[in-house]
């Protein structure tokens, strides 16, 4: 294994992976390498596919304010390790294939509206932990994704619709859903769900559960926070809603469009407020 420090500042072809010139070492890297893109470095837009090497590591280091890809051509690229990514600026677009690995986002640069600042696809993902910046998941409609699971502790994350997701925990910060899950659970922070997408079960222990979905929610127990429901005019439906309240829970939705089939409350209802539209 080599390290391999990204400059992109090749006298000719400057910018493209796949120039020896670009990389601090003379060597464009190979399977196995071990891939550092510094604060100071180029942008990288062309040579932009690499599927064919499995990095064993993919840094990009505070500090780094430059674009990689672009939303028409992804930096595609293997890992056999996690990645680890942190920009400052600029917009980012990594496609990591069918590598089942942990990626790690502890910050980006400011996204435009509608957008995101770093953009992720992967068809194998094991768990994506985003701590802080602005990251979407398979936003693009011609992107998908399978994640197992997805740890939000900070920033603002959009998970697109085509995400294969399983697993949310959501501890800050905030997250669009538009995808089906197995498990979303909140902490603290916001969750706000729209499209289609169905989810099995919603476990809301504080911060906010926004249920804009179409899509059916089989079980959502709400222990404290809030559950809001009434955002949206589109028809809904929870198949069971338990305010088990372990906290002061506050419950808000208009049953002319949010069908409750059961809704459970506990036995000191005033940890409840209940308002229906």
């Known amino acids: 294994m080599a390290v391999r420090t990204w400059a992109g500042d090749d006298a ?35 040579g932009l596919n690499q599927s064919s090497v499995t ?6 280091e505070r500090g780094y304010d430059q674009n990689i890809g672009t939303s028409a051509g992804y930096l595609q690229i293997g890992l056999s390790a996690a990645a680890s990514l942190q920009t400052t600026a600029g917009q980012q677009f990594f496609d990591f294939g069918s590598s089942n690995v942990n990626i790690e986002v502890l910050g980006s640069g400011s996204a435009s509206t509608g957008q995101n600042a770093i953009n992720v696809v992967g068809s194998n993902l094991a768990t994506v932990s985003i701590i802080g910046g602005s990251v979407g998941i398979a936003t693009a409609l011609a992107k998908s994704a399978t994640v197992a699971t997805l740890r939000v502790l ?3 994350v959009w998970c697109g619709d085509n995400v294969t997701l399983t697993t949310l925990n959501l501890y800050g910060g905030s997250v669009l859903q538009q995808c089906s899950t197995t ?17 099995t079960t919603v476990n809301l222990y504080a911060g906010t559960f926004t249920g804009n979905s179409t899509g ?6 709400g222990y404290g926070g809030s559950i809001v429901l009434d955002g949206s005019g589109l028809a809904r ?7 088990n309240a372990t ?31």
Do not use: C, F, H, M
Not at 12 to 20: C, E, F, I, L, R
Not at 237 to 243: E, G, P, S, V
């Open 55 to 60: 990095l064993a590591g993919l840094q990009v």
């Open 237 to 243: 439906t929870i198949t069971t809603l338990n305010a």
């Open 216 to 221: 059916t929610i089989t079980t959502l127990n």
């Open 183 to 199: 498990t979303s659970t909140v902490y603290a922070g916001g969750l706000t769900t729209k499209g289609t997408g169905t989810i």
């Open 154 to 156: 900070g920033g603002s």
């Open 12 to 46: 000719t072809t400057p910018y493209d992976w796949s120039v020896a010139g670009n990389w601090e070492e003379a060597s464009v890297p190979v399977s196995t390498d071990e891939v550092v893109i510094p604060a100071g470095s180029q942008k990288i837009t062309a």
């Open 247 to 277: 906290d002061p829970l506050s419950l808000a939705y208009d049953p002319n469009v949010v069908t409750v089939t059961t809704l459970n409350v506990p036995s000191t209802p005033q940890s409840v407020r209940y308002e229906a539209a």
